[in-house]
C-alpha cells in the first residue's frame, strides 16, 4: 500500500463488519485483517442467532442501551442489507413462584430499559402460543426476533467492501509499533500503516489491546455448547423459549431456539475454560443439554439431533465472580494512542452491533472530522434464490439462468446459481464452510452427504480453488491429502 | 406456467431400482412413463461402486456397480424409454403430482402412479455421541467412495473407520489399495454388520484389525483430525470409560447406517415406518397413499442389489395390475419377534406374498416361521442367519383375517 | 496334522468349514452343505484367489478415472502386484466399458478391464 490507511479494523467478526460498514459512510480508507482465511472464524459465527430485546442487561449500561437501540434497528437494517430475519417473539418461562418473581423483576428492568411489548402471560396463554413448551406462565417479549448469524455478518461484510473497505484474511495481528505517527501493523504476511486502528478482536480483544499498548484487561473465554435438531420438529417451536436465568453463572439459560431454517437450537450451556478457542463439544455437557432441555420440551430425544458444536464467549469476568460485565469500548490516549478498544463483546454483541459501530465512531468523532461520502450505498442485495419462490417464479427464474435449475444441495434447495452467487461479489466464500453459511448448503438433514463433492467441484471451477488446497474452514484444515492418481 | 403432463407411472430415482421398475413396465406394455434421476447419469449409488460382487444371482457373473447398472441403462436406451438426467424432483402430493427442477425448467406431472425408488443416505456425524471439535477429515463412508473413486481425491493418510457394515468394510480395502493406512475398523455391536466375505477380503487380507464392541467417542485436533478416542462398550452399548484409547490419525470414516431418504414420501403424507425408515406398504408394496408405491433402499435398505432389481420388477407387475384397476384391501397386520422390521407390513387375503426381514443377531440353524393365529405358514431353518442378509420368506395366499407375526427362534432363544 | 476353520463365502449359508490340513495339502473338509463349500475350502486355504477393482488413471478424458476390474481372481499373494502395476498404468481417452485394456498380468493368464466408459475431451483451439 502507498498511502497509509486512515483506519485498520482488527477482526471480521460481526462487530468488525458492522465497524466497517458504517465507516465506510465516512471519507476514510480503511481496511479489515482478519486471522482466519474467511469469514465465520469466531463467536460470530457459534451464536444462538437471537436479536436480543434488552430486559436481561443492566439498565443505564451499554449493553442494555445497544441492545435496545440495536433491536429498535433490526427491521430496516436487515431490510437494506437483504438479510431475513423474524420477529418471533421470546417466551421465558417459569414454574414456580420463586420463577415468577424472577419473571417480574426481568419484566421491571426491562421496562427501565425502553423495552417495548414485555408482557407477563398465563399457562392459557402460554399453551396457545406454544403448545408445546412446558410451563405454568412466562415473560413474553414480543420485540425479540431471530436472525441467521451468518447472512448477517456477510451482509455487513459485503456491503462495507462494496463501499470501498478492503478486508484481508489469513492476516493475524503480531506486532504493532508506532512509526512516525502511525501504527505499523504486521498482519500475516502483510505490514499495514495506519493512523487509526479498531480492536474488535474478538475472544483475543485483551492480547490484542496489549499489543496496542493497553494492558489490565483479561479475556476470560467462557464455553457455550450447542446442539442442533432436525427441521422435522419445527413446528414444535414456533419461537424461543427459556427457562428463567441464572445470574450467577451470567448466562441466559439452557434455552430453546429456532432458526430461520426451521432447525431447533438447545443451548448454550456454561463452562469457562482455558484456551479461547477450545470449541469442542464435551459428552457431559451434551448429556446435561439433553436434560435440561426437556425441562421445557418434554418429547426431546438424542436421535433428534443433526449436529452439535460450540462457541466461546469472550467474558470479562471470570469464574470465581461470574455473571458478566458491561462492553468495554474505549479510547484510551495516553497509552493506546488513535486505538478503539472493543473487549468483552460478549451477548448481546450480535443485536447491539451496529449501535456499537456507531458508539465507535461517536468517539472516532471526538478527535477526528468525519466527511460523510454522497456516494454511500447503505442498500446491499442478494440474487433471488429457487426456494424461495413458488413454481411459477421458479419455472421463470430457471428460464432466465439455467443455473437456477440444477440443484446442488437437495436438502435445502440450493441451487448451482446460489452457489455461483456465493463465490462471486466483493467478499466471495474461500473456503468450505465459507461457502457453507453463506449459501446454506450442507446444512440440512444430510449434513454434505449429497453435496459436499458437488461443492468442492464448484469451487474449483468457479473460485479457481484446486482441490488439494481446499480447506475445511480453519489454516491448516485441508479436505484432502493428494490425488488418487497424477493425471 | 404449463399445465402438468399426464403420465401413467413417474419413477423417482434412475438407481437399480428406478432402472429395474422401469423395464418391466415397459416390458408389460406400460408405455407411458418417465425416470426422474437428479445425477447427470442415472445408475445411482451403483456408479460409485467400484468393487465386485454385483449380479452374482440375477447374471451369474461377479460385475462391478456400473456395470451391473449398464446391463439395465442399456436396454432403457434401446427400448426409448423416457430418462430425465440432472432433474431434481421438489415436489410430490398425494395426488401424485410431481414437481421436478432441471436446467431446462420447472415440470410437473400428474402421475395415475408413482414409484418411490430415491434410494438412502448415510447417517452424519451430528448424529453421534461422539464428541470434540469439528475438524476436517472426517466423512461418511459414501462421500469417501464418490471421492476416492470418482473425484480422484484422496480423502486422508492414516484411517480409522467407525461401523463394520459393508461400505466400511469396502472402503477399508479400497483406501488400503490407494496407500492409506487403515488403522483398524471399530463396530459398536459384538459382531461384524457386514457379510462375512468382506470381513475376510476386506480385513484380514490386508491384516486391518476388527474392534468389536467398540466406538469412538471423541474427536482430537481443530483444524484437521489428529486422532479419536476410542472406547469398549458394554451390552447396552454404553462406553466403558476406563477402556479409553487414543489413536492417532488424519481421517474418521463413518459407517454408522443408512437411512432411507423419504423427504418426498413425507410431503405426500405417505406414513412411514420408524423402524425401517421407510414407506409403509401393503404385499403389492403400495404405501398408505393410494397410487404411490415404493422399492428398494428408500423402503427397506437392502444388501445385495440383485434382490433390489427384483423387488422393483415385482412392483412393477403391481403397478400394472393397479393402472388396470384397484389392488385389494390389505387390512392383515404384520408383525415381528426375534427380527427388526418386516416388509410388508399389511397383507391381503388370497394372494400369496413374500415376508423380508432381517434377523436380530448372527445364528446357525435360525428357524424363521411366519403364524397366524397359532397355525404356522412357513417354517424355514437358515443354515447361517446375520443381521447382514435379509430373509425372504414366502407365505401361502391367506384365508384368515388375523395379524401374522414372523417370529425367529433358535435353540438359545425358543418361540414362545 | 492341523485343522483351521473358515466361513465359505459363496452362498449365503455361510458354512462353518472345519478343515484338516497336511503341511500345504488339505486333507479333509466337514460342515458343508454342498461340494462347492469343500472345493472353496481347498483353494482359499492352499492359494486364496482374489478379483482386485480399482482406478486406472485416464488421459485426456472427460474422468480422471477409470474403474477396472479383472477377467478372473488371480492369488492373494500377487495383489500388491497387481495392484502396483494397474496404479503406474495410464490409458487414453475413450475407454469402453469392458474394453481389454492390459491383456495378460503379470503372465497370470487374465485381463484387466475397464468397468467405465469414459469419453475423450477435445479442446477446441480458438
Known amino acids: ?151 448477517w455478518t456477510w451482509a455487513l461484510a459485503e456491503n462495507a467492501a462494496q463501499n470501498g473497505v478492503r478486508f484481508l ?319 | 406456467m404449463n399445465e402438468p403432463i399426464m403420465k401413467d407411472v413417474v419413477i423417482l430415482g434412475g438407481g437399480p431400482a428406478g432402472l429395474a421398475a422401469a423395464l418391466a413396465l415397459h416390458e408389460q406394455g406400460v408405455r407411458d412413463l418417465v425416470i426422474l434421476e437428479r445425477e447427470p447419469e442415472a445408475g445411482g449409488i451403483l456408479r460409485q461402486c467400484i468393487h465386485d460382487g454385483f449380479g452374482l444371482t440375477r447374471f451369474h457373473e461377479a460385475l462391478t456397480g456400473p456395470e451391473y447398472a449398464k446391463r439395465f441403462l442399456d436396454p432403457v436406451r434401446a427400448e426409448g424409454i423416457e430418462l430425465h438426467t440432472g432433474t431434481t424432483v421438489t415436489g410430490l402430493t398425494d395426488q401424485r403430482v410431481v414437481t421436478a427442477v432441471s436446467r431446462r425448467g420447472l415440470t410437473q406431472y400428474q402421475a395415475r402412479a408413482v414409484i418411490l425408488a430415491m434410494g438412502c443416505r448415510e447417517r452424519a456425524a451430528g448424529a453421534l ?93 481443530a483444524a484437521r483430525l489428529e486422532a479419536v478416542t476410542v472406547c469398549a462398550v458394554d451390552d447396552q452399548r454404553c462406553p466403558l470409560p476406563e477402556t479409553a484409547r487414543r489413536i492417532p490419525c488424519d481421517t474418521l470414516i463413518l459407517s454408522v447406517g443408512l437411512i432411507p431418504e423419504n423427504e418426498l414420501s413425507r410431503m405426500a403424507g405417505v406414513q412411514l415406518d420408524s423402524q425401517t425408515g421407510g414407506p409403509v406398504v401393503d404385499q403389492f408394496l403400495q404405501t398408505t397413499v393410494p397410487g404411490i408405491f415404493a422399492a428398494g433402499n428408500v423402503l427397506h435398505v437392502h444388501d445385495v442389489a440383485d434382490d433390489v432389481s427384483a423387488e422393483a420388477e415385482f412392483l412393477a407387475e403391481q403397478v400394472v395390475r393397479y393402472l388396470a384397476g384397484p389392488l385389494p384391501p390389505c387390512p392383515i397386520a404384520v408383525t415381528g419377534r426375534g427380527c427388526g422390521h418386516v416388509v410388508p407390513q399389511q397383507l391381503c387375503r388370497g394372494e400369496a406374498a413374500v415376508l423380508s426381514f432381517r434377523p436380530a443377531a448372527p445364528r446357525r440353524h435360525l428357524v424363521v416361521e411366519a403364524v397366524q393365529d397359532g397355525q404356522t405358514l412357513c417354517r424355514r431353518t437358515i443354515p447361517y442367519a446375520t443381521p447382514a442378509q435379509m430373509v425372504h420368506l414366502p407365505i401361502p395366499d391367506l384365508a384368515d383375517g388375523s395379524p401374522v407375526e414372523v417370529c425367529c427362534y433358535d435353540d438359545e432363544n425358543p418361540a414362545v | 496334522m492341523m485343522t483351521k476353520t473358515l466361513l465359505c463365502s459363496l452362498c449365503p449359508n455361510c458354512c462353518a468349514l472345519t478343515v484338516t490340513m497336511e503341511g500345504d495339502a488339505v486333507t479333509g473338509c466337514t460342515g458343508n452343505l454342498c461340494t462347492q463349500g469343500a472345493d472353496f475350502a481347498r483353494q482359499e486355504l492352499t492359494m486364496p484367489l482374489r478379483n482386485v477393482t480399482t482406478s486406472v488413471a485416464v488421459s485426456g478424458g472427460l474422468y480422471p478415472l477409470c474403474s477396472v476390474r479383472l477377467s478372473a481372481p488371480i492369488p492373494l499373494s500377487r495383489l500388491t502386484e497387481a495392484v502396483d502395476l494397474l496404479h503406474g498404468l495410464t490409458v487414453t481417452a475413450p475407454v469402453a466399458m469392458g474394453q481389454v485394456l492390459l491383456e495378460d498380468l503379470l503372465g497370470l493368464g487374465v485381463q484387466v478391464l475397464s468397468t467405465r466408459s469414459v469419453p475423450a475431451i477435445h479442446f477446441c483451439k480458438d
Request: hydrophobic share 40%; glycine share 10%; net charge neutral.
Open chain 1, 1 to 151: 500500500m502507498d498511502r497509509p490507511l486512515d483506519i485498520t479494523i482488527i477482526g471480521a467478526g460481526v462487530i468488525g463488519c458492522a465497524v466497517a460498514r458504517e465507516l465506510s459512510r465516512y471519507h476514510l480508507r480503511v481496511a479489515v485483517a482478519e486471522a482466519h482465511p474467511d469469514l465465520f472464524g469466531g463467536t460470530s459465527a457459534r451464536n444462538s442467532g437471537v436479536i436480543h430485546a434488552g430486559f436481561h442487561n443492566a439498565p443505564g449500561s451499554l449493553m442494555a442501551r445497544l441492545c435496545v437501540e440495536g433491536n429498535r434497528l433490526f427491521s430496516d437494517l436487515t431490510a437494506h442489507l437483504d438479510v431475513p430475519m423474524r420477529r418471533t417473539g421470546k417466551l421465558v418461562v417459569g414454574f414456580d413462584e420463586e420463577d415468577r418473581a424472577h419473571l417480574l423483576s426481568m419484566l421491571e428492568r426491562g421496562r427501565r430499559n425502553g423495552v417495548p411489548g414485555l408482557k407477563l402471560m398465563g399457562r392459557d396463554e402460554l399453551r396457545k402460543l406454544a403448545p408445546a413448551v412446558a410451563g405454568e406462565f412466562a415473560l413474553y417479549s414480543a420485540s425479540t426476533g431471530i436472525v441467521d448469524p451468518f447472512q
Open chain 1, 169 to 487: 484474511f489469513s492476516s493475524p495481528l503480531t506486532a504493532a509499533v508506532r512509526q512516525d505517527g502511525l501504527w505499523a501493523l504486521t498482519v500475516g504476511s502483510h505490514t499495514l500503516y495506519s493512523r487509526w486502528v479498531i480492536n474488535c478482536a474478538g475472544l483475543f480483544s485483551d492480547k490484542v489491546a496489549a499489543l496496542l499498548g493497553l494492558t489490565g484487561y483479561e479475556i476470560y473465554p467462557c464455553r457455550g455448547e450447542y446442539f442442533l435438531l432436525d427441521e422435522r420438529l419445527s413446528s414444535l417451536l414456533p419461537l424461543p423459549a427459556y427457562p428463567v436465568p441464572n445470574y450467577r453463572t451470567g448466562g441466559l439459560g439452557i434455552h430453546l431456539t429456532p432458526t430461520l431454517e426451521g432447525n431447533i437450537l438447545i443451548g448454550p450451556s456454561t463452562e469457562y475454560i482455558d484456551g479461547p478457542t477450545d470449541w469442542r463439544t464435551t459428552a457431559p455437557t451434551q448429556d446435561m443439554l439433553l436434560r435440561e432441555g426437556r425441562r421445557i420440551f418434554p418429547s426431546l430425544s438424542r436421535s433428534d439431533c443433526i449436529r452439535a458444536f460450540a462457541g466461546v464467549r469472550p467474558k470479562l469476568t471470570g469464574p470465581d465472580r461470574g455473571g458478566y460485565d458491561d462492553f468495554v469500548i474505549c479510547r484510551r490516549e495516553d497509552v493506546s494512542p488513535r486505538v478503539i478498544h472493543l473487549i468483552g463483546i460478549e451477548s448481546p454483541g450480535l443485536t447491539a452491533s451496529v449501535p456499537i459501530a456507531r458508539e465507535v465512531i461517536r468517539l472516532l468523532g471526538l478527535t477526528e472530522s468525519l466527511v460523510e461520502r454522497a456516494d454511500f450505498d447503505p442498500i446491499r442485495q442478494r440474487p433471488m434464490s429457487l426456494r424461495h419462490l413458488g413454481p411459477a417464479a421458479q419455472a421463470r427464474l430457471i428460464a432466465d439462468n439455467p443455473d437456477h435449475g440444477e440443484i446442488v444441495c437437495r436438502c435445502r434447495t440450493i441451487t448451482r446459481a446460489d452457489v455461483a452467487a456465493a463465490l462471486s461479489g466483493p467478499l466471495p466464500a474461500r473456503t468450505l464452510t465459507g461457502l457453507k453459511y453463506r449459501c446454506g448448503a450442507m446444512m440440512g438433514r444430510c449434513q454434505g452427504g449429497y453435496c459436499q463433492t458437488r461443492l468442492v467441484a464448484l469451487m474449483e471451477e468457479l473460485a479457481g480453488i484446486p482441490r488439494e488446497q481446499l480447506l475445511y474452514g480453519p489454516a491448516g484444515s485441508r479436505l484432502f491429502a493428494g490425488k488418487v492418481r497424477d493425471v
Open chain 2, 129 to 221: 455421541p461422539m464428541y470434540g471439535a469439528r475438524p476436517a477429515g472426517v466423512f461418511t463412508a459414501g462421500v469417501a467412495q464418490a471421492y476416492v473413486n470418482l473425484c480422484n481425491n484422496m480423502v486422508g493418510r492414516e484411517i480409522v473407520i467407525l461401523g463394520s457394515g459393508d461400505i466400511g468394510l469396502i472402503m477399508a480395502r479400497r483406501l488400503t489399495l490407494e496407500g492409506a493406512h487403515v488403522l483398524g475398523v471399530y463396530e459398536i455391536l459384538p459382531h461384524p454388520s457386514g457379510l462375512p466375505r468382506n470381513v475376510t477380503q476386506c480385513l484380514d487380507d490386508f491384516h486391518i484389525p476388527l474392534h468389536l464392541s467398540h466406538t469412538v467417542t471423541e474427536l482430537h485436533g
